[in-house]
């Protein structure tokens, strides 16, 4: 108790630092194939960029909507996780992570400046 009311007269006269915000990702969109890579569900404006990139490794919805992307197939080869790289890069909203990344992965895309989109173990 005493404890307590000590350490609220302290946060009273000692400004404490801001807490940092952590990014909580939205759950996958059901549509990804299981892997590394997914576009969270719901985060969709359409941007429609990665066509330019990874055409073969996102995909629309099949229902023709044009609503969400996904990731339709994990890059293998060393030239395809450069373009889901680059897809993540140019993806307008920050949408197209990585999770239990490889960690030469992981380490790849910090050195992209794209640590930001691996999610936490
Ligand atoms: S990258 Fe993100 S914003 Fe762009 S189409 Fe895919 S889900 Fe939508």
Not at 21 to 36: D, K, L, S, W
Not at 41 to 67: N, R
């Amino acid at each position: 108790m005493i404890g307590a009311l000590l350490d609220k007269l302290l946060r009273w006269f000692i400004p404490q630092a801001p807490t940092p915000q952590i990014y909580t990702p939205a759950p996958p969109h059901p549509a990804n194939v299981p892997g590394t890579f997914y576009v969270e569900d719901g985060c969709c404006i359409s941007c429609g960029v990665w066509e330019d990139v990874a055409p073969d490794l996102l995909a629309w919805l099949p229902d023709g909507s044009y609503s969400h992307c996904y990731v339709a197939r994990q890059p293998e080869m060393d030239e395809e996780l450069t373009r889901m790289i680059d897809a993540m890069h140019v993806g307008e909203v920050d949408c197209i992570r990585a999770r239990n990344c490889r960690a030469d992965w992981a380490e790849r895309l910090r050195a992209e400046g794209l640590g930001h989109q691996i999610d936490p173990d």
